[in-house]
């Protein structure tokens, strides 16, 4: 019973990932990854604590069994691992607020949302132990950014490029540009201001691959650039536009 108990607890303790989907997944995804993982190990040390568990592992340690120590070692981490995940979850709780209007919000208005966001984002890195590692931050902004580019995806309507009102295509597509290049430039300036204020934080700063946080914003921005493009070559070309609706227009008068 005790090996197939370790089996099992092994499973949930090293479970301590939540970059799983990271190209796809956004912050929301974070809270409740940590809200879960909280849940999970309190429920495990309450049925650990149980009068029927402790008859068994005392019997085992009667018997002097190979088996126990392995056991108690797992029960250890638990009780640390559900400290850290509630502490992770106290923090990142302090972001909800943010995150679900960058989930909800019209993607126009997502902007506005990033400086108050970023800003309690570096709070949490300079009071949480989990996230002033580097990987872990780097994880966090990189699911601020898929968030961003799954909002635009949506917002922009790729097929009226192609067979509608193209001024539409290309004016959203201007924005998804814009908001992606306001994100890169707040987390430039607040790098910027960690390191002119190293002291404040015992030296620390962040020590990120900007391409790790940036790569698919930057080829999503890329794309944009160059659907773009399409929609002045079919404006020129075609002759398609918003009073075409879709329809190829007159051939100019020269």
Not at 19 to 43: H, M
Not at 172 to 184: F, N, S, T, V, Y
């Amino acid at each position: 019973i005790v090996i197939h108990w370790t089996s099992q607890i092994k499973e949930v303790v090293n479970n301590n990932d939540s970059s799983a989907d990271v190209e796809t997944s956004g912050p929301l995804e974070e809270i409740e990854f940590w809200k879960g993982r909280a849940k999970d190990l309190l429920g495990l040390q309450e049925q650990l604590g149980q009068p029927n568990v402790q008859k068994i592992v005392n019997a085992l340690e009667h018997s002097k069994s190979n088996y126990i120590a392995p056991f108690r070692l797992l029960t250890e981490q638990i009780v640390t691992k559900a400290a850290q995940a509630n502490d992770n979850l106290k923090y990142l709780e302090s972001i909800r607020g943010q995150c679900t209007d960058l989930h909800t919000i019209e993607a126009p208005q997502i902007a506005s949302v990033l400086p108050q966001l970023i800003n309690r984002i570096r709070l949490i890195w300079s009071f949480s132990n989990f996230y002033q590692d580097n990987e872990a931050m780097t994880g966090l902004l990189r699911k601020i950014s898929n968030e961003i580019i799954q909002r635009f995806r949506a917002y922009i309507p790729v097929n009226e490029i192609l067979d509608g009102n193209v001024e539409l295509a290309i004016s959203r597509l201007e924005e998804a540009i814009d908001c992606g290049a306001q994100w890169k430039s707040l987390y430039h300036k607040t790098l910027h201001n960690i390191n002119r204020q190293k002291g404040r934080y015992g030296g620390l700063t962040w020590n990120i691959e900007v391409a790790s946080v940036f790569a698919q914003m930057d080829a999503f921005v890329q794309r944009c650039k160059d659907l773009i493009e399409v929609g002045e070559s079919q404006m020129h070309f075609v002759r398609k536009s918003a009073a075409t609706e879709g329809q190829p227009g007159p051939i100019p008068v020269f």
